[in-house]
């Protein structure tokens, strides 16, 4: 069963800063003009649905990225269930991801007849940890799907070297899946952009993210066209000649992402900058680990992580939350606890399996809101308020 995984204050009547930023990004008068004339556009009865905005953000993304094809969707989640629905996967096949992460990923796996092994974080990035991944294949294994967990962009290769090292007796080496769901417009550390390494890379333009299209919407990124085929004929109903079903994002949605394309990278930059401030600011606070200090787009900080002591894991850390809430009025998230601790069905699909390093990791780690639009007062404000707050709490547990 599941274990009680609250992943936010009890308190937050009296938060001035939010547990985490409803929208990532925000939007200009670009926007509100590209919109505006796709309203235009879509006023006669013979024009409609019907435009090229669609299209031209698909071919726009693939060039930024460098991949052959960009096939859009209606959500980040369907483009990875249509994803593994290309892979056919039959039963006993299994596929490897990061027991820390959000459940978005793990469903698809299972409803898509998969079986969902799940492997052990990195200790420092709390991404998926390619030895452990490694220890992991076996002959039974389809997939890899490789979350940038966070925003701090994971290096692809070891998965893809470690999928050919043990490839499957019949499929050959494990299709590497990229979640790139909170690493849009970031670089990975051979210097290729996010999306062109690995069989397939997800993006997610749900509202929070690093960029929206109207609240929801995503993409995949792929050099297999055959992949890219298939998942055009999966959202739309099948072409004439399989099963199919409508995921197909709209134009209004293309024209505004084509605008935050523009734009990625400006707002990228400005939530690096501000992320790097705050390091400054909690430099040398005592019971606190801060996130690695990486250049050149390869760390986003969709979530600015905190990691307490090992000894105040749960407790503490918790203490914490409540702490910046009720005190501070600083909101935090716990992003993310691993999957099987407070989701019944992916426990229920993955019995026998732990995870201790996730475990105790996840029981250590705090998000304090973070978002480019909070001002320099207000940011001094809130490290002062995680300084005083994880004072408190240390006093509290006599360390």
Known sequence: ????????????????WPIEPRQGGWYTDAENTALQEVMADSASWRTGWKGPQVADFEGTFAARVGTAAAVSFNSGGAALEMVLRALDLRPGDEVISCAVNFVGVHLPITNQGGTLVLAEPDPVSLSLDPVDTEQRITARTRAIVLTHWNGQVADVRPFLDAAARHPHPV??????????????????????????????????????????????????????????????????????????????????????????????????DARIARAHQRTRLLAGTPNLVLPPTIHGRQHLYYRYNLLVPEHWAGHGRDLLMETLAAEHGVGSLINDPVTYDGHQYISDHTVGQRCPRAEQLTARLLCPVLHPLISEDEETEICQAIRDATDHVANVLGA
């Open 171 to 268: 499929h050959g080496p494990a299709a590497v899946i990229v979640d790139a769901a909170r690493a849009c417009g970031g670089t990975a550390p051979s210097g290729a952009p996010v999306g062109r390494e690995g069989w397939a890379t997800i993006f997610s333009f749900e509202s929070k993210k690093l960029m929206t299209t109207l609240g929801q919407g995503g993409m995949v990124t792929t050099d297999d066209q055959g992949l890219a085929n298939r998942l055009h004929r999966l959202r739309t109903y099948g072409g004439r000649d399989q099963w199919g079903t409508n995921q197909m994002l709209t134009k209004a949605q293309a024209a505004v992402g084509l605008v935050q394309l523009r734009r990625l990278d400006e707002m990228n």
């Open 1 to 16: 069963m599941p274990t009680d995984a609250r992943t936010a204050p009890r308190t937050t009547t009296n938060l001035r």
